[in-house]
C-alpha cells in the first residue's frame, strides 16, 4: 500500500515572500500540503539568480496571481481563506491588517483557521513595526555581534541564516498548532518574532553574561572542549579543514594519524588542560603539518584514527559531495522556463511517509485555473471580470 | 485562558547528548512529557518503550541496534512508537561512521565556507548551530510522524543527519552554485550581494542596508553635511554602487562614527531602512522590545538559588497560555 503524504488533506494559503516564509511553506509543501502561494502581480525578476532563489525555495507549491490592493482580491483571498487550514505571512504586522486580512478577520471567516504571522520583531511591542531581513535580525538577536575573532569587530554569518531559523521553527509551531486542532477542534494565532527566534538559539551565552557578569565575546574557532579545535590551512588555493580533538583516547589517534611526529610528546600536550593552555601553540604546529597535505588527505587520515575532521566545503564540494550523493541530498525537477534545476532536498527522512519533489515553482499564475476556476467554483465569466479589473494577472 | 500545550498526553524517551538535547525540550515546550534516560538497559528499555509515543536519540548508528534496541526491534514492542534518529552523516552513506561535531558538520555542511574575512581562517558560527538546526528538523519530523500515526496507527522512523541539517539552511549559497556557476566567497561583514554592512558608530556597531531608499539616505547624509561626493548624479545607479563599493562604504563609516547607535537605528527604522544595532548579550537583555514580549523568563539556579532571566521556550505560543 502506497501511503499518503503526512499533510495531504491540509491547505495552506501562502502570502510568504523574501526566504524565511517560503522556507516554512516549503517543508510543508514536501510533505504533502497543498500550498498556494498567492504571487502579487508585479513584473517578475528577469536575472538569473533572482529566478533561481524564487525557484528554489517555492517547490511544490502552486502558484495565483492576486491583487491585494484591490477589494475584489481582498474578497477572493477571504474566500480562500474559507477553504484553507492554515495561512501564512512575513510582512510587517501592518500589512495584512491594511488588507483586513489579520487574525481578527479571518477568525470571523473561519473560526479554525489558524494563522502564522513571522515578522521581524513581532506583532506587538514598541518595535513591532521594525523591517528587517536576514542580516538585520541576526544583527538584532546577537549573532552577529559574537560571531568573530576575540577582540575584532563583529563580522557575522555569510548567510542569511536566522531566515531558516525562523522558517523552520514557524513550520514547527504550524504543526503544532494542527495537532492542537486535532484534539480540540481549535485554530490559533501564532505570532512569531523572528529576532526571538534567533536569540533563542545563543546556547549558554546570555546566562554566562548574568553569571561572570561581563560581556560575552566572540570566540572565533575555539572551544574550551576540545584542543585542538579549529580551521586548518591545507595545500592549495583556499582550501582548509576542520578538526576537533576531545578526549585523550582521540588524542593519540591524532598522534598516529600524524606519524607521532615528536612534537607531540612534549609533555605540555599530554593531558588535555595542557593542550587547552597551550592551544595557540598547539594550533600552529598542527597548521605545520596540515597545510602539507590536501584538506582531503588530512580528513582522510584523521577520520581514519577515529578524529572528527572534515573538509571546509564550497558549493562546487558540496555538490559533489559522496555523502550527500549517495543520500540522495540533492533533487532535479524540470521548470518549463529554466529547464533542469537542483535544489537541496528536506533533511527530514521519514521511513514511511517520506517528503516527495514533483515539481517546480510555480509561474506567475500557473494555477489561477485550478485555484479560482476548480476550488472556488468561479465561473469562467466570473474570471474574466478580474482580469479585467485587473486583481487576477 | 490557560490551553493544554499541542502535546499534552505524549510521552517522549530522551536518549540524546548535546547534539540532540534541544528536540525533546522543544517537545517539552509544546506540552509533551519528556523521560530522560540516561543508559538504556535493555530490559527495563524495553518496558518504557511500550508505553511511549515518542523516542529520541542520538547515538552513533548501529549502536542501539547492537543492544537490540533498534527501530526495528523497537517498532515491534510498540508499532505505534516514533523514533527519531539524529546522527553525524545520517543512518547511510560512506560516511556515516566518521566522527564529527558541531565545528566539523558547518565545514562539511558548507556553512564555514561562506563566514569570515576574505583572506582569513572560515570561522565558525556561534554556537552549536548544527546541533540546533538538527533538533528542530527533528522535531518536524516528530510532529510530521505524529499526524500520520493519527490515521495509520503506526510510528515511523526519522533519519537526521547534522551534515545534510547545515546543507539544507545555505541561503544563496546552492543556489547561486547550480543557476549561476558561482562559488560563494567569504566577505567579512558585508553581505554577499553588496545589500548589507556592519559599520562602527561612537559606541558600538549598526548593520546598514546599502541598496534600500538610497535617495532617502544621501539626503539624509546631506543634511548633515556629510555626504561628500555621493549626491553626485552617477551613484544613483545601483551598478555604479556596487562597482565602488569602498568609496560608498568610505563615506558612510565617516558618518555612523559621528553618531550612536541607538539614535541612528530608531531614526532609521522610522524612515523605514532595515537596520539594526549590533547588539552584545548585554544590549539584547535591556532591549525594551523583548521585554515589552516577555521575552524573558526567571529562572532560579537550583544550587546557588540566584536568579537568572532566560529565553522563553520559542514555541510557548502554540497551544500554550501566551
Redesign the interface.
Known sequence: MINQPVLHNIRILDFTWVLAGPYATRILADFGAEVIKVQPPLPEAEDKFSRGYYNTWNRNKLGITLNLNKPEGVAVAKKLVKISDAVVENFTPRVMANWGLDYANLKKIKPEIIMLSMSTMGNTGPWRDYTGFGSTIQAFSGMTYLTSLPGKPPLGLGTSYADHVAGLIGCLALLGALEHRQKSGEGQYIDLSQTEAMSSLLGGAILDYQIEGREVEPVGNSSTEAAPHGVYRCKGDDRWCAIAVFTDGEWRGFKRALGNPPWAEDKNFATFAGRLKNKARLDRLVEDWTKEHTAEKVVALLQGEGVAAGVVQDASDLAKDPQLKERGFFVELEHPELGKTISDAVPVRLSTTPARYSRAAPLMGQDNDYVYRELLGMSEGEVAKLRQQGVVK | MK??G??SGYRVLDLTDNKGMLCPR?LAD?GAGVVRVEKPRAETFKRLVETADVLVESFSPGYLESLGLG?SQLAQLNPRLVMASITN??Q?????H????D???????????????PL??????????SY??AS??????V??????R???G?G??????L???V??????????????G???E????L??SG??R?F?CKDG???L?LFHQWQTLVEWLAAEGMAEDLVDEKWRDRAYRLEHLDHVIEVLERWTKSHAVAGLVEQG?AM???????????K??K????E??N?WVEVEHPETGKK????A???R???GNR
Request: some cysteine; charged content about 10%; overall charge positive.
Open positions: 490551553r493544554q499541542a502535546l522543544l509544546m527501530y552523516f545520517g547511510s552513506g560512506p560516511y556515516r566518521y566522527k564529527s561535531c565545528i566539523v558538520a558547518s565545514a562539511l555542511g558548507g556553512q564555514l565556507y561562506v563566514c569570515g574575512e582569513s581562517p572560515p570561522l565558525k558560527p556561534f554556537g552549536n548551530q540546533y538546526l528542530l528538523f527533528a522535531a518536524t519530523g510532529l510530521l510522524a505524529l499526524r500520520h493519527h490515521s495509520s503506526r515511523q522512523h526519522i533519519d537526521i543527519s551534515q545534510e541539517c546543507a539544507s539552511a545555505l541561503d544563496h549559497v546552492l543556489v547561486r552554485y547550480f543557476y549561476q558561482v562559488v560563494a567569504r566577505q567579512g561583514g553581505y554577499w545589500a548589507f556592519v562602527p556597531y549598526i548593520l542596508s527604522q523605514r531602512f532595515p537596520w539594526a544595532e549590533v547588539s552584545s548579550i548585554s539584547l537583555l532591549s525594551p522590545q523583548l515589552a514580549r521575552f537568572y532571566k532566560l529565553p521556550p520559542t514555541l505560543a502554540v497551544g
